[in-house]
């Protein structure tokens, strides 16, 4: 069945850096359109940053733009989040989601079938 495994998270001080990978099992990672999402206590899952499945496209919230990376490496079915400029508004649960979806669609949790467990990332001020 198809697994995906966050792993990097951690506690961080304001503008540090963290680097997050999703490994990924049980699906044609290459054909997969996969995003980083994140939930805050007492808040909504939102949207992160996402990446087609070829890695040429990638797409970012306004809060995280200029600060974070997504890139994949399709021989080792991975995908990352590169967080620089960390601040405490990033602080929140880290969940990596992947499905065969349009590009317009990326954004939209909704869309997205398989979700890992996430991983948690605080950053104290």
């Known amino acids: 069945q198809v697994q995906l495994v966050e792993s990097g998270g951690g506690l961080v001080q304001a503008g540090g850096s963290l680097r997050l990978s999703c490994a990924a099992s049980?699906?044609?990672?290459?054909?997969?359109?996969m995003g980083w999402f994140r939930q805050a206590l007492r808040k909504e899952r939102e949207f992160v940053a996402g990446?087609?499945?070829?890695?040429?496209?990638?797409y970012y919230a306004d809060s995280v733009k200029g600060r974070f990376t997504i890139s994949r490496d399709n021989a080792k079915n991975t995908v990352y989040l590169q967080m620089n400029s960390l601040k405490p508004e990033d602080t929140a649960v880290y969940y990596c989601?992947?499905?065969?979806?349009?590009?317009?669609?990326?954004?939209?949790?909704?869309?997205?079938?398989?979700w890992g467990r996430g991983t948690q990332v605080t950053v104290s001020s």
């Open positions: 049980g699906l044609a990672f290459s054909t997969y359109t």
């Open positions: 989601a992947a499905d065969q979806i349009p590009l317009r669609r990326v954004g939209d949790r909704a869309s997205y079938d398989y």
């Open positions: 990446i087609s499945w070829s890695g040429v496209m990638t």
